[in-house]
């Protein structure tokens, strides 16, 4: 079972920093890996599939980069509806897992 | 537009029965369908998928021997019977569109919560 471990847990950032999430995986996953938002009291959206494919809709201020083990979630300039948990997921191996998450709240 | 429904989430005593159903609409249904799960203030755990001809079936490990997904291709539903229940297994349920069977989540239910609780 892959196992995926967010860093950090928390990002303390201001509006118009840069953030960047961490996500790295306990064994290669090629490009398999995809990167969700959740907003408080919504559910998850998906924002990157294939480590580095923007899903329909999303702001081109979000980026995804990696493979292998390292993978990276950047937002470029934070909007105020950034502010949310983020998690990667992994589709390289059965079970599919998430990661424990990321905060991103505002300083 | 994609919709999709979860049902039979409640209240269930340690070591009871649930069905849990999705109804999908607004797609012809030839997508797998994942089960997610997301216990209070926690992360989020999959639990369960189903490929488009219900011939593929995958579980997490925590839970492969308590879940069976299955589906109704006839009237577009994917039902998750979960069987022996813990206090841990409190949750939200969601269920969740393949991005065209790529393994990756596309839409999602607003989810049905299940309370184990005596």
């Known amino acids: 079972e892959i196992v995926l471990t967010q860093s950090p847990a928390t990002l303390s950032l201001s509006p118009g920093e840069r953030a960047t999430l961490s996500c790295r995986a306990s064994?290669?996953?090629?490009?398999?890996l995809a990167w969700y938002q959740q907003r408080p009291g919504q559910v998850p959206r998906l924002l990157i599939y294939?480590?580095?494919n923007r899903a329909t809709g999303i702001p081109a201020r979000f980026s995804g980069s990696g493979s292998g083990t390292d993978f990276t979630l950047t937002i470029s300039s934070l909007e105020p509806e950034d502010f949310a948990l983020y998690y990667c997921?992994?589709?390289?191996?059965?079970?599919?897992?998430f990661g424990q998450g990321t905060k991103v709240e505002i300083k | 537009q994609v919709q999709l429904v979860e049902s039979g989430g409640g209240v269930v005593q340690p070591g009871g029965s649930l069905r849990l159903s999705c109804a999908a609409t607004?797609?012809?249904?030839?997508?797998?369908i994942h089960w997610v799960r997301q216990a209070p203030g926690k992360g989020l755990e999959w639990l369960a998928y189903?490929?488009?001809?219900?011939?593929?079936?995958y579980y997490a490990e925590s839970v492969k021997d308590r879940l069976t997904i299955s589906r109704d291709n006839s009237k577009n539903t994917v039902d998750l019977q979960m069987n022996s229940l813990r206090p841990e297994d409190t949750s939200i349920y969601y269920c969740?569109?393949?991005?065209?069977?790529?393994?990756?989540?596309?839409?999602w239910g607003q989810g049905t919560l299940v309370t184990v609780s005596s």
């Open positions: 064994q290669s996953i090629s490009s398999h």
């Open positions: 969740a569109r393949d991005l065209d069977n790529y393994y990756y989540i596309a839409y």
């Open positions: 607004g797609f012809s249904f030839n997508n797998g």
């Open positions: 189903i490929g488009y001809d219900g011939n593929r079936k």
């Open positions: 294939g480590a580095s």
């Open positions: 997921q992994q589709r390289s191996t059965w079970p599919i897992s």
